[in-house]
Nanobody, 124 residues
């Protein structure tokens, strides 16, 4: 059974840090990524890691501040979020895909499995 479960969200002040966790199990995944959705906005790409090669991609808005990593033994992907800004406030979703569709890794349709989301709120 495929399971994708996020955790680690919360309320932090600008400049603070959070670490999100994504427990992704039930498949050998091709890619696991993070997306976020702010109120009134479309869901957008944040970061992704390819399981086999460890290739990593970040959205320009988080590059240099966020770090995506994995723990293979725990089937867990992490998103370390540093230097948080109020504009980072959103529900953060973990997503996974088990095949290479040829679609861009920053596209929602690439991903087959989604978690329920975890709220990150950054105050000024």
């Amino acid at each position: 059974q495929v399971q994708v479960v996020e955790s680690g969200g919360g309320l932090v002040q600008a400049g603070g840090s959070l670490r999100l966790s994504c427990a992704a199990s039930g498949r050998t995944f091709y890619v696991v990524g993070w997306f976020r959705q702010a109120p009134g906005k479309e869901r957008e790409f944040v970061a992704t890691i390819m399981w086999g090669t460890s290739l990593i991609y970040y959205a320009d808005s988080v590059k240099g501040r966020f770090t995506i990593s994995r723990d293979n033994a725990k089937n867990t992907v992490y998103l370390q979020m540093n230097s948080l800004k109020p504009e980072d406030t959103a529900v953060y979703y973990c997503a996974a895909a088990d095949t290479n569709t040829g679609l861009g890794l920053d596209q929602l349709r690439t991903y087959d499995y989604w978690g329920q989301g975890t709220q990150v709120t950054v105050s000024s």
